[in-house]
């Protein structure tokens, strides 16, 4: 029997991390007008309409037929459901099988889907990853891959909003492409040992400002005086003094116990 998690908007599984193993996500194309379609909502022609215009504009227009008429957004929403149970029933997914459910993507372990086809509703195969870790207290998903014959490497955060992630380039993002790229290469031992060094100079405020915009959807500075907490957009070197480290200590952390975990597996 297929597992019943299809009928969640939102779900993860209880694994903190997975390093060199196939994730597949899985996503409706074009989620809203297929969906619309499907169940009457959209005519022929505003379906052939929105096939062919630019994302953002569909993604506006059928905004504000949200807006005018509520009851679309429940149609829509037990369309992108019953959608995901064809696709569940039709793979025979296990709950084993599933990593994470946001809405219309699915992240399955290690499994491929067969069938992906339900009328016009095509659940895609977007993206696969080789490793996944929970961060912050669940609250964001990072999803790696690193291709060994390209030697090319991805990473997506679910949970962190792309103008905000931007923020990170170059800096706290890069640290855990290191990380991610160190574990399935390198190992434990010099896995542990990269986070260990990058704690000590995280915790000596020896590296670049931006390294301490706190890892989240706000990405601001947290800067503590005698009275409050101020957060702030950008910061000055000698601000480093009076900063709140905690959020991206906690990741930092979590890591550092994730791949821990590992060494005291096998001892």
Not at 48 to 62: D, G, H, N, S, V
Not at 92 to 98: L, P, R, Y
Not at 191 to 211: C, H, M, R
Request: charged share 25%; glycine share 2%; hydrophobic share 35%.
């Amino acid at each position: 029997m297929s597992s019943k998690l299809y009928k969640h908007i939102r779900y993860k599984a209880e694994i903190p991390f997975i390093i060199s193993q196939l994730i597949r996500e899985y996503d409706i194309s074009k989620a809203n007008i297929n969906i619309l379609f499907k169940y009457g909502i959209l005519s022929e022609s505003q379906y052939q309409y929105f096939l062919k215009c630019p994302r953002m504009e569909r993604q506006i227009t059928i905004g504000k037929m949200e807006k005018n008429n509520p009851k679309i957004i429940k149609i829509k929403q037990q369309g992108i459901e019953e959608s995901r149970k064809l696709f569940f029933e039709a793979n025979d997914i296990s709950d084993t099988d599933v990593l994470s459910i946001r809405n219309d993507a699915i992240f399955l372990i290690n499994k491929t889907a067969k069938i992906t086809k339900f009328e016009n509703i095509e659940f895609l195969n977007n993206n696969t990853f080789s490793s996944f870790y929970s961060l912050d207290h669940k609250d964001l998903e990072a999803y790696y891959m690193y291709d060994s014959f390209s030697q090319k490497e991805k990473i997506t955060i679910k949970g962190m909003k792309p103008e905000e992630l931007v923020k990170h380039e170059n800096f706290f993002l890069d640290f855990l492409l290191a990380v991610f790229q160190s574990a399935e290469l390198e190992g434990v031992e010099e896995t542990i040992k990269l986070i260990a060094s990058f704690n000590q100079l995280y915790v000596g405020l020896e590296l670049d400002v931006e390294y301490y915009r706190n890892f989240d959807n706000m990405s601001r500075y947290i800067i503590n005086t005698k009275n409050h907490s101020n957060y702030l957009p950008y910061i000055e070197r000698d601000d480093l003094k009076h900063i709140n480290t905690i959020c991206n200590l906690n990741i930092i952390r979590e890591l550092w116990g994730y791949i821990g975990s590992i060494k005291f597996r096998y001892k």
